[in-house]
């Protein structure tokens, strides 16, 4: 497609031609500026909505400067843990000259003007390239798909790179010169000579200087800046900055309210127990013990699945668990782990060498692996994985008069509200969600399953219900990380240089170029899935397919290296020789972590590299092996985001993704027998202990400050690997499949 | 829209969002006891305390619905809304390092108990433009212990 860039081209990334900024005024005393995603100005229908206070809140707008020069960012992305209210803050303030101190933060309403079109953008399209003339109708379409979508949502590693970096900076620039062009007007000064700084305006000739505030309504009146100006890192303020974490404070004194805290006046309680087979429906309930305990109020078959609504949620619980429930047959009632992946391994040898579906191809892999001197073949497996958030599935909804009300903790506010207007039979419009902090999503709170039952709970009862699942309903009916079987065929030439790569796999869900290596320079390379149907609900679990392709791939690139003679970094520098950027981190882990320098005996030092969602990160984890099980020690990082906006929140990600991935590495399985998930609770779905946990380290490098990668989930993949890899240095044992428990290393 | 749907379904993240149910109801529904009734059981003894204390003790615990935004501590910080430490018979809008809409500051209220319960009922009928635009109480038995409790909490 042809190119007519109109602005300076590339400057920071390409929201130049894709972002369209509207302002307006709230009730008389405000400025809004937002990044609109379609022409026109939609502020300005919006803020009588906010002012009349007749519809909910109301503002397709990323800031708000008030009267009293507070600048408020609203924040389309939902706080789990991961600081994206502080670190989407700093990308505005910081464009916007705001004082860090006066900033506040205001999640935005669950509506879909939200809907993040950035995310939309790079789920669709990822290489979008439009002439500046066709933006706007391209952009109104993306809209229009992106609020079908639901797509106010929370995950993909993606806030920062995208919402932060194309539209939070946008609004804040843009704000920032409206209040100075205002400025320049009133003071009949040339707009170039005023500066901002700490929310003030300022004027060296004149010695003028004044807040914000005194201008937020002339700014309003100003023209949009069809390109605001972003600054260049250089002149960074607040980003880079390992500001506070805005959510920390309540969380620490225990005010901060999380889904399961929502509190309405004459609520009550819901257990509830689904068919542990899915697909199964309730056939019969005796619940002749349950009616006569304390509390209850009602007892529920709601087909697939039953629910004890009582005073209080123990008795609730209580109750239920008096309730014989028989189920119907389902197809799934024989499905057995060693059955699934007996059924991967039929579908991978039926496709063969050349079946299955093409996912990337380069070169002749076939001609490649037959001229090889050396050819390396290998097998891995990983099991499911359930997300095991702290605060456990739950939602409190309450439908009545044609309304309906809902509480949770939801990664996408939209989708949620949408389930239940589904769920009441109501119109999305007389459904109001509420959402409140995740006490943990990982993926699992992207799905509604536990807002659809609540709601339909209430509907049944009438009044407001607060529905909490139990830890083990949260453990048996998770929407799991799939387990997955992948093979490879490797071939090195005389050099014990890497020639080609083949790989077939079971699955594939997102990220698409999970289990891709175009980062490594091999010949010829051919990357190929089967699809296993299973009844098992899959979901996204932090980092998702990248979680078992990163285990799988950098297994295989140390095997390979292992098979050239060659050591595991040294044969990794030379796969991504030409890529200084990937180069430097790798190295950068390796220097950390004084790779080469001698251990203990049983000691060993494991390497892994795996670039997803944008950021590039290697990992050396050190093992002792000494003792009956694997003790990993230390763990070195090495992580290239493009530009870390808050260094200690980005750190505190890479050190959250090592006790996510690691406990998955060392203990995580969920088995199914006769259709059902095996585990229950914290005792056989074990979580990482504090003694267990790993000294880490980590280095952060601003490798391109134009293009930024997530930071959420990154951190995870190459752990495991980088501990089996780490555990084959000490013993000699290769490690093909998860979880490390399942193996014995005496 | 149908094209839009099947598109959506495309990105897995989403997928359990097209494949919602159609919302069946019960299919069985045992109505032990009704929501307001007494339960067969014991009630467990009345805290020690006369009628009015056993109203602000309601109204601390339908507060929580509204502690989201308010802090009531001496104090504390302001959080969505203002914190309403002692704020029976002050006047609206004054409460320090609060963004008050001009709405609210402009309403020249004074928050005795009964403007504050017309205010709770209905924020937005009260005062047309207050940001205050989530946690009205439309149980008028429920906004008079939530007043109790506010009563209660005084700088004495």
């Not at chain 1, 063969?352 to 001609?367: A, H, L, S």
């Not at chain 1, 005996?601 to 984890?621: D, L, Y």
Request: net charge negative; with cysteine; charged share 20%.
């Amino acid at each position: 497609m042809s190119k007519t860039e109109t602005g300076s081209p590339g400057k920071m990334g390409k929201w130049t031609r894709r972002a369209f900024i509207g302002a307006g005024v709230v009730a008389g005393s405000a400025l809004v500026v937002g990044v609109a995603v379609r022409p026109g100005n939609p502020i300005d229908r919006l803020s009588p909505m906010l002012a009349d206070g007749k519809d909910e809140q109301l503002l397709n707008a990323w800031v708000k400067v008030d009267a009293d020069n507070i600048v408020t960012a609203v924040i389309p992305h939902v706080e789990m843990g991961q600081g994206v209210y502080t670190a989407l803050a700093q990308m505005l303030a910081d464009e916007m000259d705001a004082d860090w101190n006066k900033v506040q933060i205001l999640e935005a309403p669950a509506d879909k003007q939200y809907v993040s079109d950035s995310i939309g953008r790079d789920f669709l399209f990822p290489d979008l390239e439009v002439p500046a003339l066709f933006e706007p109708t391209v952009a109104g379409g993306i809209l229009e798909l992106a609020q079908a979508m639901g797509l106010q949502f929370t995950g993909g590693s993606y806030s920062v790179r995208a919402t932060g970096q194309r539209a939070m900076r946008t609004a804040g620039a843009a704000a920032r010169e409206m209040l100075v062009a205002a400025a320049a007007s009133e003071w009949q000064v040339p707009a170039g000579e005023i500066t901002t700084a700490d929310s003030m305006i300022l004027h060296a000739g004149s010695g003028k200087a004044e807040p914000f505030s005194k201008f937020a309504l002339a700014a309003a009146e100003q023209s949009l800046p069809a390109k605001p100006t972003l600054k260049s890192p250089e002149n960074y303020k607040i980003m880079g900055q390992s500001k506070a974490r805005h959510d920390i404070p309540g969380k620490v004194d225990g005010s901060a309210i999380f889904g399961i805290d929502a509190n309405v006046p004459g609520m009550k309680y819901a257990a509830v127990k689904a068919a542990p087979v899915v697909g199964a429906t309730v056939e019969s309930m005796d619940a002749t013990t349950a009616r006569t305990m304390p509390g209850v109020l009602q007892i529920l078959n709601m087909g697939d699945f039953v629910a004890v609504v009582a005073d209080g949620y123990w008795q609730a619980q209580q109750a239920l668990n008096s309730i014989d429930t028989k189920y119907s047959k389902t197809e799934g009632d024989s499905l057995d782990q060693e059955a699934l992946f007996a059924r991967y391994a039929t579908h991978l040898d039926e496709a063969g060498e050349n079946g299955g579906d093409v996912e990337t191809e380069e070169g002749d892999v076939g001609k490649g692996f037959a001229e090889a001197v050396t050819k390396v073949e290998a097998e891995y497996k990983v099991p499911f994985l359930a997300h095991a958030t702290m605060e456990p599935m739950n939602c409190t909804a309450w439908v009545r008069d044609g309304k309906c009300d809902v509480w949770s903790g939801h990664q996408a506010p939209v989708n949620a509200r949408q389930a239940a207007a589904d769920a009441a039979g109501l119109a999305f419009e007389d459904v109001t969600y509420h959402n409140a902090f995740l006490g943990g999503g990982f993926g699992r709170r992207s799905e509604s399953d536990n807002i659809i039952m609540a709601t339909r709970i209430a509907k049944a009862t009438g009044y407001p219900v607060k529905m909490i699942w139990s830890r083990e309903e949260d453990t048996a009916q998770d929407h799991y990380r799939p387990s997955a079987t992948s093979r490879f065929q490797g071939g090195l030439d005389k050099d014990g240089k890497a020639v080609s790569w083949s790989n077939i796999h079971t699955h594939l869900f997102d990220p698409k170029d999970a289990p891709t290596v175009p980062y490594y320079n091999i010949a010829s390379h051919k990357i190929r899935k089967v699809d296993v149907p299973t009844q098992l609900r899959f979901g996204p679990w932090r980092s998702v397919d990248h979680s078992q392709h990163g285990f799988f791939i950098e297994s295989f690139v140390d095997e390979m290296a292992h098979a050239a003679g060659k050591d595991g970094y040294a044969f990794r520098r030379e796969l991504l020789a030409g890529s200084p950027r990937h180069l430097k981190v790798l190295d950068t882990a390796a220097k950390m972590s004084g790779w080469g320098s001698a251990l203990p005996e049983r000691h060993g030092r494991g390497i892994a590299f795996v670039p997803s969602f944008g950021s590039i990160v290697a990992q050396v984890a050190e093992v002792d092996m000494s003792g009956p099980k694997p003790k990993v020690t230390k763990v070195y990082v090495a992580a290239d985001p493009g530009f870390v906006i808050n260094p200690d929140g980005f750190t505190a990600q890479m050190e959250s993704a090592i006790v996510y991935g690691l406990t998955a590495a060392l203990y995580g399985e969920i088995s199914i027998k006769n259709g059902e998930v095996q585990q229950s609770n914290f005792h056989d779905y074990p979580m990482l202990r504090i003694n267990e946990m790993p000294e880490v380290e980590v280095a952060l490098i601003n490798g391109d400050h134009k293009r930024l990668g997530g930071g959420g989930e990154p951190g995870l993949p190459p752990i495991a690997p980088a501990v089996t890899n780490a555990i084959f240095a000490a013993t000699g044992t290769r490690v093909r499949e998860l979880p490390l428990s399942k193996h014995s290393f005496a | 829209m149908k094209t839009l749907r099947s598109l959506a379904c495309l990105a897995p993240i989403l997928l359990a969002a097209c494949g919602a149910d159609p919302a069946p109801g019960p299919v069985e529904q045992i109505i032990v006891r009704e929501a307001g009734a007494k339960t067969a059981a014991p009630a467990p003894a009345a805290a020690t305390g006369d009628a009015a204390g056993a109203l602000i003790a309601e109204g601390k615990a339908a507060f929580a619905n509204c502690s989201a935004c308010h802090a009531v501590a001496k104090d504390a910080p302001n959080g969505a809304g203002p914190n309403l430490f002692a704020i029976v018979d002050q006047p609206a809008g004054q409460v320090a390092g609060f963004a008050y809409s001009d709405a609210l500051k402009a309403s020249g209220i004074t928050w005795t108990a009964a403007e504050l319960d017309g205010f709770i009922a209905d924020p937005s009928a009260k005062i047309p433009g207050t940001t205050m635009i989530t946690g009205a109480i439309a149980d008028a038995a429920t906004r008079q212990a939530v007043i109790a409790y506010l009563e209660s909490i005084t700088a004495n």
